[in-house]
Structure formats: C-alpha cells, structure tokens
C-alpha cells in the first residue's frame, strides 16, 4: 500500500495556538481527517485497479496520455482524489495547523513556560491531551501537566 503525503509548508502561516483556541479546532479536524481517510481508501482503491491493468500509479497527479482510455480515465480519478485531500491539507496549514500524517496526526504550535512546543493531536482524540518539544515528534509525546499554561498569538 502507498501512502501519499502532500508537502504543505507549515512555517507559511506560524500561528502560536492556546490549548483551548487548539482544542476548538479538533471538531474540524475529526472531519477533515475522516474525509481524508474515505478519499485515501478510494484512492488505495483506484491504485489497485490500475495496477490490475497493469498501470501503477507513480505519480499520482498525472495522467499518461499514451495509457489506454480505461486507464487514463482511472489516472483521473486518481488524480481528483488526490487533488481533493491536498486541498484539505492546505487549507488545514492555512489556519496554521502543522500536520504531520495524512491518515490523522497533527501539531500546533504553543508556548509553554516560556518556550515553543508542539500541542499534539491525533485521528479520534476528542481533545488534546498530550503535547512535546519542537524536536521530539509523536514519541516524545507527553501528557499536558496540570500547571500547563499554553499561550497562544498570531506571529505575522
């Protein structure tokens, strides 16, 4: 199974979150994920398909023109789905939201006692209980003390 990561450039928006201007976005992100992973699951589909015919997807936005009309039209569905969840993803790292897996991982920015740290979530969380440095990633993941004062501002 290929998993399709798109590039968004999260320092474009940097935004500093509170917890609870973080927490306020986790029902946009429950949804955008979960529509992430139906649109996955169909492209997994569509790859499998044109694999069958002998057509894998390397580039899963372009379509070979020199491809049987079959396979053209699968390359371009494709191609939809993955231009769909790009979509999502930008218009996730708009808001300022770093996310770090397509099928559900996400960061954002924070500042706790005095330095940057990543509030972090993850696909099906209903909130965000867990934080880490700017460098530890999701296995430096840990939970939020109870003397946690996450300070948030727009940085422009």
Partial sequence: MVVYVA????????????LREAN?????????????????????????????????????????PRAPAAVQRLQRVAKDLFGQIVGILGGLGELGIEVKAADGLADFR?????????????????AITHYHELHGGFAGRRPLPADGDFVGDLLQ
Avoid at 7 to 18: A, K, M, T, Y
Wanted: glycine share 6%; with cysteine; charged share 25%.
């Fill in 7 to 18: 590039l968004v450039n999260p320092l474009e928006h940097v935004r500093i979150f509170s």
């Fill in 110 to 126: 924070s500042r706790l006692h005095g330095r940057t740290v990543y509030l972090c979530w993850r696909f099906g969380e209903e």
């Fill in 24 to 64: 306020a976005l986790v029902p946009r992100l429950q949804e955008q994920f979960e529509q992430i992973r139906e649109l996955r699951s169909e492209l997994l589909a569509v790859e499998g398909q044109l694999a069958s015919l002998g057509h894998p997807i390397s580039e899963p936005h372009e379509v070979d």
